[in-house]
């Protein structure tokens, strides 16, 4: 009798477990709001900015800004990231880099989705003009994976490379020289590009705020139940 006695579980110790959770609830879904608060933001900046600043190395730049840049195409270094699926077809994405001056790191103009085939990518394809041009877009950044697993990069000294969710370190490696830490996603009426459906992304604020509603209504359940057991408890004494 004495034995179990000593093994008996506190009575408080499951309000207390309750009590953390419904914490714990609360908190993700505060989270959610504030990440459904910040992805309102960005669509809203998103579709109200107008015009293209003059961008510069050391320019510092918001997401999605709308910006102009100047330099030299470098054709024969391109990356093509693969896992890309727009309107359900898988393809590339076709990534260029663009060189202002040799001692500044480049940056990386994303020209769009091209679908993939059986055949590999025609080099020609991918060509792009000689000499200095102005590339007009907004800032972005390269796509990234929920969970990485293995190189970005496979083994090969060709170009163009293919990649699988890089990053912009793994990116430089490969292209011997620094590169900015955004991408320029060219703007739809740019000549030189493909497929380009830009937008801040598919999972937008009001998917953040349903889920924001659940954890909340998870929470409230459980601090029901909680209340309903405790007053079962106290008539029973």
Do not use: C
Not at 22 to 33: E, P, R, S
Not at 101 to 114: A, F, K, S, Y
């Amino acid at each position: 009798m004495n034995a179990r006695r000593e093994n008996k579980l506190p009575a408080w110790l499951p309000y207390v477990i309750g009590a953390v959770l419904v914490a714990q609830f609360a908190g993700l879904g505060a989270w959610q709001i504030s990440r459904g608060l910040e992805k309102r933001a960005e669509r809203q900046l998103f579709q109200g900015e107008t015009g293209f600043a003059s961008w510069h190395d050391g320019m510092e730049t918001r997401p999605f800004q709308r910006i102009k840049a100047t330099g030299v195409y470098d054709g024969a270094h391109q990356v093509l990231l693969e896992n890309i699926i727009v309107n359900s077809r898988h393809g590339f994405y076709v990534i260029t880099p663009l060189a202002d001056l040799d001692d500044e790191p480049v940056l990386l103009v994303n020209r769009g989705w091209i679908e993939r085939t059986a055949d590999p990518v025609d080099p020609a394809l991918l060509e792009v003009p000689t000499g200095r041009v102005t590339v007009r877009g907004r800032t972005g950044r390269l796509p990234r994976a929920g969970m990485k697993m293995g190189r970005a990069f496979a083994g090969g000294s060709d170009w163009p490379r293919y990649a699988v969710y890089p990053s912009y370190e793994e990116v430089a490696a490969q292209l011997g020289r620094p590169v900015q830490p955004f991408v320029l996603l060219m703007d739809e009426g740019e000549e030189y590009g493909f497929l380009r459906q830009w937008v801040p992304t598919e999972f937008g604020p009001g998917k953040h705020f349903g889920y924001a509603l659940q954890w909340f209504a998870m929470g409230a359940a459980l601090s029901g139940l909680l209340i309903w057991t405790y007053r079962k408890r106290r008539q029973r004494q």
